[in-house]
């Protein structure tokens, strides 16, 4: 039924706008184009076990609205999760399974047409993919997964967002092989600069490590960071240089971008940039990818370097669960009286939903935060920020971020009365930075190093209280 | 009519037990296979440990209540024990298995049978009346969905009813045989509808290990679409 009221929806023009811009719009014979990336997909992977789970038991129960914030907001009866979900599975029934030829074949069925793709398209990136609705599933369908899926196929028969197929295309075969097409000499000139900001501030020469062979870690953290994020950057090397860890890292200047976007709608993508990142950190002999604060390419080295570096294969190391053992190793010291503003934190979905980094920068913030909040709910079972799944990159998306997709997050953060929030994400904070200008929140959102940055002792530069002294004297000045 | 009955409690219980029982294992063993022939060695890397918590949390899912789907998530909880229990330990079916099976299993009291044989029927009827009242559930329903809750409300209504003379409208014979047959269109109907979940649900659990994608196979998936060269 789902797929007959959307083949009387398609009908209707006046309808639903697409909420971004593929590249190349004027896609023909977009059924057969879809179909045949379908059956490709089926023959090389392995989803069709799980396909075929799931259309032979989804159960259609509705649970999983209660958890959607998308839905919550709009009341869309095609923002439902398992609606989204079984727009694909019944593209699947109907045309690969014996069933549903059968069925076509004698009850004169349906066959997909442009105008369902059209309608995936514009569904499939309705989702943040946060994949929250999980957890409410009883039956535990991942509709994030079938959603990805769909977006797979679509990507594979010529439809996807322009904002993110430029972008990995940049950083898969362009010349600066970054996301931002973020040029050599630039990331040079950036790190010189770093450092200098770092000499005055901290009080400490350095220089940062590029290209050094044989480091314990080496250093990937979303491209992004090294053009809009310097605080969260210094963060990061000021424990690297506190925890006396200066000489063990490095940057790699042929790949020093860990953004992923594979993993919102590719798998091909995604295989092809893990493998550019093992090479990197094979090509300096790297013990260990540590990998900046970022959800998604924290969640894309983590799950899938096991999965597709082979031989290659090497640990991967969160920054945030470095820093975590910094202070519990007494390598580092961070003063509580510094930060003295309400805190609270924002859980990415990519590193928080499958509980792996949850308790780390809570621990960490609540060793030198003094007032700290919790958003209700948190953890495993946060809200999205509203921006996941590639579409804070879409600026075709904003209003929608900001009037459906983020609503939720915004009342979520005002209900605390926080002034800072902390998202150790290149994504979140981008999307709740454009939330709280949006809803007039009064608060400022800053990654989790910007704030350790604040707070930290540097042994043979400025202690964090004679930082706070000088600037406070600067400013009477 | 001692016939029929004897013919529908005989030969076709028995046609239909296989069905559903060939049917269920044609799930199981397509499921495995797909898994550790596809899977292979990636099935080490799957985080077993949160599939097994995830799958607990849900045997008795009171850590998953919240207001909006209070209602609904009870009574299918509720329909779940009286589902199981009922076909498989009442009095008369015990006697049954032990025939045909030949294995004895505790039976259930007069008084907990009833009870929870009205539980089921009152909780069919929520989840029916939940399908047709809220607006999300009303997207998602299918005739299907429907025609699914009418198959396990009639065996348990004319189970019932045959068991409480004074209630049955109709001959005890006939309302018996109504009750033998929808049961067993209800068997014949599991594997080939979403009741297949009796069986499935375990492997509806895995979806962390097929995210454990498949090597190369983002390669060869653009290759075979646009050739060698596929650019991005």
């Not at chain 1, 839905?71 to 727009?87: A, E, H």
């Not at chain 1, 060793?367 to 920020?385: A, I, L, Q, W």
């Not at chain 2, 009750?179 to 509806?204: N, Q």
Request: hydrophobic share 45%.
């Amino acid at each position: 039924m789902a797929t007959e009221v959307l083949q009387q929806d398609a009908q209707a023009p006046a309808r639903a706008a697409t909420l971004y811009h593929i590249e190349n719009p004027e896609v023909e014979n977009k059924a057969e184009r879809f179909l045949n990336a379908f059956a490709a997909v089926l023959h090389f992977t392995d989803y069709k076990a799980l396909l075929d789970s799931y259309c032979a038991s989804s159960a259609k129960c509705g649970r999983c609205v209660a958890s959607c914030q998308v839905y919550q907001v709009s009341r869309d009866p095609r923002d439902i999760p398992c609606y989204r979900s079984n727009l694909l599975l019944d593209v699947y029934r109907r045309h690969f399974t014996v069933g549903g030829w059968l069925k076509a074949h004698i009850g004169g069925g349906w066959s997909l047409t442009d105008a369902l793709v059209d309608e995936m398209a514009d569904i499939f990136y309705r989702c943040t993919a946060c994949r929250r609705c999980t957890l409410e599933c009883p039956l535990g369908i991942d509709h994030g997964l079938i959603t990805r899926l769909g977006r797979y196929i679509l990507s594979m028969a010529g439809i996807a967002p322009k904002a993110l197929q430029v972008s990995v295309r940049e950083q898969l075969e362009g010349e600066t092989r970054n996301t931002s097409k973020l040029p050599e000499p630039a990331l040079v000139d950036t790190l010189e600069f770093l450092a200098e900001e770092m000499a005055e501030s901290l009080g400490v020469k350095l220089e940062f490590p590029l290209d050094q062979p044989d480091r314990d870690y080496g250093f990937f953290c979303a491209v992004s960071d090294y053009l809009m994020e310097p605080d969260t950057l210094m963060g990061n090397a000021a424990v690297l240089y506190a925890a006396g860890d200066w000489d063990r890292w490095t940057i790699g200047s042929r790949n020093f971008d860990a953004i992923n976007y594979g993993l919102f709608y590719s798998d091909w993508h995604l295989e092809r940039i893990i493998k550019r990142l093992v090479g990197e950190a094979k090509r300096l002999r790297a013990g260990t990818l540590l990998i900046g604060e970022c959800g998604h390419a924290s969640r894309s080295a983590c799950q899938f370097v096991p999965v597709f570096a082979g031989q290659d294969e090497l640990p991967v190391k969160s920054f945030i669960e470095y820093t975590l053992e910094c202070i519990e190793d007494e390598r580092i010291h961070l003063d509580p009286d510094i930060v003295t503003e309400k805190v609270t934190y924002h859980d990415p979905c990519n590193i928080a939903r499958s509980g792996w980094i949850v308790e780390q920068p809570r621990r960490i913030l609540r060793s030198f935060v003094k007032d700290f909040v919790e958003m209700t709910p948190h953890g495993r079972t946060n809200y999205c920020c509203g921006g996941g799944g590639g579409l804070v990159s879409m600026d075709e998306t904003h209003e929608w971020r900001m009037k459906v997709a983020g609503r939720v997050k915004a009342e979520q953060i005002r209900a605390t009365e926080a002034e800072i929030v902390v998202a150790p994400c290149a994504n979140c904070k981008k999307q709740l930075k454009e939330l709280v200008d949006y809803h007039e929140l009064p608060c400022r959102v800053m990654g989790l190093h910007d704030l350790v940055l604040r707070a930290i002792d540097i042994p043979g530069g400025k202690s964090a209280r004679q930082r706070q002294d000088e600037a406070a004297l600067a400013a009477t000045a | 009519m001692e016939h029929w009955l004897e013919l529908a409690r005989g030969p076709l219980f028995a046609f239909t037990f296989l069905v559903m029982g060939l049917g269920l294992a044609r799930h199981v063993l397509l499921q495995v296979h797909g898994l550790v022939t596809r899977k292979g060695q990636r099935l080490r890397q799957a985080p077993w440990r949160r599939i097994a918590s995830s799958t607990l949390s849900w045997a008795v899912p009171v850590g998953h209540l919240d207001r909006s789907t209070l209602v609904m998530t009870t009574a299918s909880f509720l329909f779940h024990i009286g589902a199981v229990v009922v076909p498989v330990f009442l009095a008369a079916h015990v006697a049954l298995w032990s025939g045909f099976l030949g294995v004895s299993l505790p039976a259930l009291g007069e008084g907990a049978a009833d009870l929870l044989t009205a539980l089921t029927i009152v909780c069919v009827l929520v989840l029916v009346a939940y399908r047709l009242m809220t607006p999300r559930a009303r997207a998602l329903t299918r005739a299907s969905d429907y025609g699914v809750l009418g198959l396990v409300l009639v065996p348990f209504l004319s189970g019932f009813l045959a068991a409480h003379p004074t209630l049955n409208p109709l001959p005890w014979s006939w309302m018996m045989l109504l009750h033998i047959l929808s049961a067993e269109l209800l068997l014949l109907a599991i594997p080939f509808t979403k009741l297949a979940h009796v069986v499935l649900f375990p492997f509806d659990r895995l979806s962390e290990v097929h995210w454990q994608l498949r090597p190369g196979a983002g390669d060869r998936v653009a290759a075979a679409l646009y050739g060698e060269e596929a650019h991005v």
